[in-house]
């Protein structure tokens, strides 16, 4: 019986998780490119990850062996997901809270109590 703690055991499972997490990420990373709401900024810095990826140029040179390649794996996700973080919320389709305009010297207040039958 595998034992569920352990190192290589909880490793697998967040590259797994981490892996969807990245596929939805490039998914919306798509979309964002398309939105008219995406700031040029931000699309310019989208097409600045794959060229990452085929330049020659890297933090660790490709050339090492392992940390070449590795270098890759974990630069590229964190682009990735700090991207998805600055897109505007219409992007992303995450929904924003309407707050209603309050009025100054208004007291009355509504408990907030309820329940749903």
């Not at 990245?22 to 700031?39: I, M, S, V, Y």
Request: aromatic residues 10%; glycine residues 6%; proline residues 9%.
């Amino acid at each position: 019986m595998k034992n569920p703690f352990s190192p290589l055991n909880l490793l697998g499972r967040f590259t797994v998780g981490r892996f969807f997490i990245f596929r939805k990420e490039l998914l919306l990373l798509w979309r964002g490119f398309r939105h008219p709401a995406t700031p040029l900024a931000l699309k310019f810095a989208m097409l600045l990850v794959p060229l990452y990826l085929i330049s020659p140029i890297d933090i660790i040179p490709d050339v090492l062996p392992f940390l070449g390649i590795v270098d890759d794996f974990v630069i590229v996700p964190l682009l990735v997901s700090w991207i998805v973080g600055m897109l505007p919320l219409e992007v992303r389709g995450e929904k924003v809270r309407a707050q209603a305009p309050t009025r100054q010297g208004d007291t009355q207040t509504i408990d907030g109590k309820a329940r749903r039958l």
